[in-house]
């Protein structure tokens, strides 16, 4: 089962442009990750942010958490068409302590247009 | 390169077949964990080991999935009895759980295709 659902789905923006994708999920949290993969390979960690945090920074990587609306956001500055990919946020679930196991949501599939 | 490393990469097999797939991870990682990735899906967790100890095996899909770390460096998955609903992705993930340290670093997975 898939506890988070990204939004949009997809999105198409051009080169220089901000990228935001938002996550929802439903039960209480450890910490909340971002992941990028590109087409058919492996996912690459992004960022992690914790419960106790709001918001979080990473080069042109900026995270918003509101555990009160279980829901975060990630924001690409300044994309470049080599940011073109799917964009996964992963929840470490309180539930089953922190560190044991992720749960993906569905992805946003990010395409930068140069 | 001292990533994840997975064999192998591709594998078809023909229903009913066995498979094992194999991961290495990164060698001063403690946790290994399996994922199954089907197209347009994120990630779906199966199951992990914190050393050779599995410690979480409910989330396998069936019995004919199996997965052990003997010694506490490798795993492998293995599927019997292969079915067509079986073909994805499989990803290995390792980490080092230590104080708040919980990011999991991917392999490149094993792509399944059952005919």
């Known amino acids: 089962s898939q506890q988070g659902e990204e939004d949009p789905q997809a999105l198409s923006i051009q080169e220089g442009e901000n990228a935001t994708m938002n996550c929802s999920y439903k039960?209480?949290?450890?910490?909340l990750q971002w992941y990028r993969q590109n087409s058919g390979r492996g996912l690459v960690h992004l960022i992690l942010?914790?419960?106790?945090?709001r918001e979080k920074h990473s080069g042109r990587l900026r995270v918003t958490l509101d555990t009160s609306k279980k829901s975060s956001s990630l924001l690409i500055t300044a994309s470049r068409a080599a940011d073109t990919a799917s964009y996964f946020c992963a929840t470490d679930e309180a539930e089953h302590g922190a560190g044991n196991m992720l749960t993906f949501g569905g992805g946003t599939r990010l395409m930068v247009k140069p | 390169d001292t990533g994840v490393s997975q064999n192998p990469r591709h594998k078809i097999t023909k229903r009913g077949q066995n498979v094992t797939f194999r991961c290495d991870p990164i060698?001063?990682?403690?946790?290994l964990y399996w994922y199954r990735q089907t197209l347009g899906q994120g990630p779906e967790f199966l199951t992990y080991?914190?050393?050779?100890?599995?410690?979480?095996k409910s989330r396998l899909l069936s019995d004919r999935f199996s997965a052990e770390r003997p010694k506490g460096s490798f795993s492998t998955l293995e599927i019997q009895r292969t079915e067509q609903g079986d073909s994805a992705m499989y990803l290995c993930a390792s980490s080092w759980t230590s104080g708040d340290s919980y990011e999991q670093y991917f392999g490149p997975g094993t792509r399944l295709t059952v005919t």
């Open positions: 039960t209480s949290i450890n910490n």
């Open positions: 080991f914190q050393n050779e100890a599995q410690l979480e």
């Open positions: 060698s001063e990682h403690n946790r």
């Open positions: 942010i914790r419960s106790n945090e």
